[in-house]
T-cell receptor, first 114, second 116 residues
Framework: DSGVTQTPKHLITATGQRVTLRCSPR?????VYWYQQSLDQGLQFLIQ???????AKGNILERFSAQQFPDLHSELNLSSLELGDSALYFC?????????????FGPGTRLTVT | AQKITQTQPGMFVQEKEAVTLDCTYD???????LFWYKQPSSGEMIFLIY??????QNATEGRYSLNFQKARKSANLVISASQLGDSAMYFC?????????????FGGGTRLMVKP
């Protein structure tokens, strides 16, 4: 158990819908990351938050947004869903902003768009 | 742009033998970090081992060791005494440097299958 929790574990929804994925980092970790794992794109970094502020952005679509709340949990919002958004979405956390030698992943949320 | 290459899509190893999973990387940064993760069929990503670019010693964690050859830009994972439970996907990843954040760039992965 990495100490990072994600809910829900599975999500099935229709095209055009909007969903919210939730993540709680390990105790004491200030950085939260979101990654997407799909068959065609592999594992891709989406976005990093550190202590409530967005700090780095990767290949995140404009239809996707995220935030980190004062209690450090984070949410990833996916809207206008398309079939290609079906993937495993991971949240990860680490202690600091940069230079960390550990980054622990949650169990993931498997999103299926039908 | 950073790039991680894992050239072995799949590998077999006999139980109790050692196996090396290859990883090469490309970066112009002087400061970077290299990670290995294991992803079993259940889907979770399990952190295995870390090597910093300035670390002079190769990292080791139990049966896992990282064969770090900086000049060749390679960071191969060595698993000693393979067990059936080692069957999984293995991903090599590199961390961006400095204040740019901790985001990881992943390779395509290697599927390891341990034969009894």
């Amino acid at each position: 158990d990495s100490g990072v929790t994600q809910t829900p574990k599975h999500l099935i929804t229709a095209t055009g819908q909007r969903v919210t994925l939730r993540c709680s980092p390990r105790s004491g970790d200030l950085s939260v990351y979101w990654y997407q794992q799909s068959l065609d794109q592999g594992l891709q970094f989406l976005i990093q938050y550190y202590n409530g502020e967005e700090r780095a952005k990767g290949n995140i679509l404009e239809r996707f947004s995220a935030q980190q709340f004062p209690d450090l949990h984070s949410e990833l919002n996916l809207s206008s869903l398309e079939l290609g958004d079906s993937a495993l979405y991971f949240c990860a956390s680490s202690a600091g902003l940069a230079g960390d030698n550990e980054q622990y992943f949650g169990p993931g949320t498997r999103l299926t768009v039908t | 742009a950073q790039k991680i290459t894992q050239t072995q899509p799949g590998m077999f190893v006999q139980e109790k033998e050692a196996v090396t999973l290859d990883c090469t990387y490309d970066t112009s940064d002087q400061s970077y970090g290299l990670f290995w993760y294991k992803q079993p069929s259940s889907g979770e990503m399990i952190f295995l081992i870390y090597q910093g670019s300035y670390d002079e010693q190769n990292a080791t964690e139990g049966r896992y060791s990282l064969n770090f050859q900086k000049a060749r830009k390679s960071a191969n994972l060595v698993i000693s005494a393979s067990q059936l439970g080692d069957s999984a996907m293995y991903f090599c990843a590199m961390r961006d440097s400095g204040n740019a954040g901790n985001m990881l760039t992943f390779g395509g992965g290697t599927r390891l299958m341990v034969k009894p």
